[in-house]
Nanobody, 120 residues
Framework: QVQLVESGGGLVQPGGSLRLSCAAS????????MGWYRQAPGKQRELVVS???????NYVDFVKGRFTISRDNAQNTVYLQMNSLKPEDTDVYYC??????????????WGQGTQVTVSS
């Protein structure tokens, strides 16, 4: 059983910062990529940023220069530092991780989602 637990969302004023965390636990051989998606009500989930196990990152344009992803492989944890937040960043943020399972197959799991609200 693999589990991803997110923390760190909340309410922040425009221009403020938040740091999201996502910790993986359970039985698996390794974690390939990790990252964050976000989803607004009635819309599809969209990629925000991903990071490979070697540290290669892929940011979408609307967060470049404002968000920073990092990863602690020893703790199986991924972080998202969000700076210069804008009202349009308001969404539910979901972390994901692509695991190499003990059966030799890859599978992707999702966190429970954490609400980020940017408002004055």
């Amino acid at each position: 059983q693999v589990q991803l637990v997110e923390s760190g969302g909340g309410l922040v004023q425009p221009g403020g910062s938040l740091r999201l965390s996502c910790a993986a636990s359970g039985s698996f051989l390794s974690i390939n990529s990790m990252g964050w998606y976000r989803q607004a009500p009635g819309k599809q989930r969209e990629l925000v940023v991903s990071i490979t196990n070697s540290g290669n990152t892929n940011y979408v344009d609307f967060v470049k220069g404002r968000f920073t992803i990092s990863r602690d492989n020893a703790q199986n944890t991924v972080y998202l530092q969000m700076n210069s937040l804008k009202p349009e960043d308001t969404d539910v943020y979901y972390c994901y991780a692509r695991f190499l399972q003990r059966n030799g197959l890859f599978n992707t799991y999702w966190g429970q989602g954490t609400q980020v609200t940017v408002s004055s």
